[in-house]
């Protein structure tokens, strides 16, 4: 499928309402734009809640697939808002299973570098009042985080071209699947810390990983 992009969204944290009746400030509640201005920060106008987890150059970008929109909608009965994940870019073609960490892409003026699988929180499920987050591990598919190489504008109708493909080959997918699912998959680990262009927060995980898996050997 060609690479695109579906939706552009940005937001500033604000208090809403959870599905259960709480007040939550979040910044997961984004809005669509048609173009929006990117730093190496991320894009202005838009900004995290919780910066201990969230945000920072290395996770600058969200970027969830258009394609698993279907598939939650059919699993839990709805229809999900747009960047109902709190994306900023909604994309085709880009599922985590086509795209490694380490990849880098054009949009509009920018480049950007994913740098690691996105681990899901319960904000997401406080929002949107489905039990997402728990599939969306099980599945792998989180969406993923980026760096920003370039900053620029990006407009809704920017075309996305892969400009350099990371010579390790660790899809976002595969590197969900070690992290969730196989902890004490040292070949597995290794490969993810080969990464280069890795998020220095997924590195610091899967060191941490690493040692329990060799200490169980």
């Keep these: 499928m060609e690479m695109q992009l579906t939706h552009l969204a940005t937001g500033l944290p ?11 400030l979040t910044g997961i509640c984004k809005q669509e734009v048609t173009e929006a201005f990117l730093t190496k920060d991320g894009f202005q106008q838009d900004d995290v809640a919780d910066k201990k987890h969230h945000g920072g150059p290395d996770r600058a970008v969200c970027v969830y697939p258009a394609e698993h929109y279907l598939e939650w909608n059919e699993t839990f009965g709805c229809t999900l808002p747009q960047a109902a994940f709190g994306e900023n870019l909604t994309v085709a073609g880009m ?3 086509d ?9 509009g003026d920018v480049r950007i570098q994913v740098t690691q699988g996105r681990i899901p929180c319960s904000t997401i499920d406080q929002r949107l009042g489905y039990p997402v987050m728990k599939a969306m591990i099980e599945t792998g598919f ?3 985080l980026c760096r ?6 990006v407009p809704a109708d920017a075309e996305i071209t892969l400009e350099e493909k990371d010579p390790n080959g660790v899809t976002v997918l595969e590197a969900n ?8 998959d040292i070949e597995g ?22 040692e329990n898996a060799e200490g169980t050997v």
């Design 95 to 97: 599922t985590e299973a």
């Design 142 to 144: 989180t969406g993923y």
């Design 14 to 24: 604000r208090t809403i309402r959870t599905a259960k009746g709480r007040d939550l």
């Design 148 to 153: 920003v190489l370039e900053e620029g504008s």
């Design 177 to 184: 699947t070690v992290y969730f699912h196989r902890p004490r």
């Design 189 to 210: 680990i290794r490969r993810v810390l080969d990464i280069g262009p890795l998020a220095e927060e997924w590195r610091r995980k899967f060191t941490k990983l690493l």
């Design 99 to 107: 795209v490694c960490i380490g990849d880098i892409y054009r949009i």
